[in-house]
């Protein structure tokens, strides 16, 4: 009988044991999916912060297309511009030169001019 009562003895010292394993198993196992739970969260903010970023580099990718559309038709007006004023600076040139040669041949008629009034006045 003592046997048996041992016997009982060390199988509720067992039974205890693996309750008390079981329930620490229980336990961890509540963290864990805790663990998961918390972890799982911080993923999906990280995955909407990528969504956020994505989008916000699709805009600032078609702003910085549209910006260096503007630039491309800047550079080709400004190009435009500086060719138009070097046509018009050589015409400007051309223009002073055909000036002060007009002038000289004005002053050379205007010179003769009082030569022949006064040839003429001594008459």
């Not at 699709?58 to 046509?87: F, I, M, P, W, Y």
């Amino acid at each position: 009988m003592d046997k048996i009562k041992e016997k009982l003895e060390k199988l509720r010292i067992e039974a205890d044991n693996s309750y008390a394993r079981a329930t620490k198993a229980e336990e961890e196992i509540k963290q864990l999916k805790d663990e998961l739970a918390r972890r799982e969260q911080e993923v999906q903010g990280l995955n909407n912060k990528v969504t956020l970023l994505q989008e916000e580099g699709e805009r600032t990718g078609g702003r910085v297309n549209e910006l260096t559309e503007k630039n491309r038709a800047l550079e080709l007006s400004t190009e435009q511009a500086e060719r138009r004023a070097k046509q018009l600076e050589s015409e400007k040139t051309e223009l002073e030169r055909q000036l002060e040669e007009m002038s000289k041949k004005y002053e050379g008629v205007r010179e003769e001019l009082e030569k022949t009034l006064r040839g003429l006045e001594e008459l």
